[in-house]
């Protein structure tokens, strides 16, 4: 074996990793990204309360 051959079989090991990773990447990034987007809700409204005010004493 001479070092072309090593050569050549570590550039497709690492195509094989970096093949493989992609659709981890794509996969696990999709499902957080949809998970930080459902988390986020809906914006709150602060609802103010008003106490009614008794205009006819008993």
Known sequence: MT????SLI???VLVG?????????IIFGGLWLGRKLLEKGPA????QIVQPSNSFPL
């Open 3 to 6: 070092i072309n051959d090593v």
């Open 44 to 47: 709150t409204k602060t609802a």
């Open 17 to 25: 990793v970096i093949v493989t990773l992609i659709p981890f990447v």
């Open 10 to 12: 570590g550039k497709k």
